[in-house]
């Protein structure tokens, strides 16, 4: 059956060509990541669990999750943590027959990520789980006989490319932010961070939020002397000359700890602030008002049928697909559209957008289409990179 693609020209002017742009990146601590991270987690392992069960995924969707957030007393030198954080893992699953208990399969691969992602606090962590079966009908979408899974949403996906510059160097203050080698020379630099971006012309200004951790931080002087030079250090990452600000909240004036970013676990959950699914990143790895966004909670959706999981993806994919094959395309947007029943892929709609320095002809969009068809065409593979996490999600 033949797919509904369209392919036109950028109905707006490219993002890196405004005079204005802003884009954010909410780092592996952040509270929201934090509950994008465990379910994805335990979408991942019931997956396989699933799969070496059964020979197949089951229905399930974790993507209901509620950070809420602890109790704590920071100080110079060490604080003490009050009360515990509370991660909900919410949602629905198959409890098939067989050796897989659900409840243990989720609440193990929890601990295994935050211990994973999570240097200090962890035994400040409680994992509860409110799972419960799937309503009928979406769990027959996975035992029909249909040569291709079948949607058990209607819903789109979006994806873009190539970045812009700011959103390559948010990117890239992120990923030194959650360095080996940063958190090396930084011991006090705690894993909750956040980073926002905006250029207004060509200047770039970059607003960092990061946890301190109490422990490492003597006293008032040291704070801001770590400040400065964390600053610097941050500054050596960027390509291109920008203004980095880190924990604008803090008081000048502080004479002890309240008015400082001062966290003894690293992590504003621990007090400060609540999380949830779907708040954070979006699947490109940045939250960027100015490009087209879905809002669905990617993480924790089941990777074989939940379009609004495969479908952000996959239109990254695609898009990344246009820019690297075809020379004649600086700039792709696509926008992709399920039935609820209907095969993955055949959307009702795959809309491109491409920005090209040449006329939009119709041999351009025959080659354009033909990347989007075959991307299509293999969806499937989608699910395998998504079990083998060599994509991003959130």
Sequence with gaps: MARSIVVQPFSCIPVAQRETEICEHKGIGHPDSMTDGVCEAASRELSLAYLGEHGR??????????LVAGESAPRFGGGTLLAP??????????????GIDVRQVVLDAAHRYLARSIRYGLDNFRIETEIREGSANLQQLFSRKAAIPLANDTSFGVGFAPYSRLELAVLAISRALKSPEFKGKFPCAGDDFKVMGHRVKGEMTFTVALAFVDRFVPDVARYFALKEEIVGYLGRVLDAPGVIRLNTLDDPAARNEDGLYLTVSGLSAEMGDDGQVGRGNRASGLITPGRAMSLEAVAGKN???HVGK??????????RDLCEQLEEVDG??????????????????AAVEIDSRQAVSAVLKEKVAAIA????????????LILEEKVTLF
């Design 85 to 98: 954080i509370r991660l909900i893992v919410c949602g629905r699953a198959t409890r098939a027959g067989g």
């Design 57 to 66: 995924v089951l229905h399930h969707n974790l993507d209901k999750g509620l």
């Design 310 to 319: 495969l479908y952000n993806v996959l239109a990254n994919l695609i898009a």
């Design 373 to 384: 068809d075959r991307r299509l065409q293999d969806i499937e593979q989608v699910t395998a």
């Design 303 to 305: 990777p074989v049928s």
């Design 332 to 349: 792709a947007g696509v926008e992709l559209l399920s039935a609820i029943g209907e095969p993955i892929d055949q959307p009702q709609i």
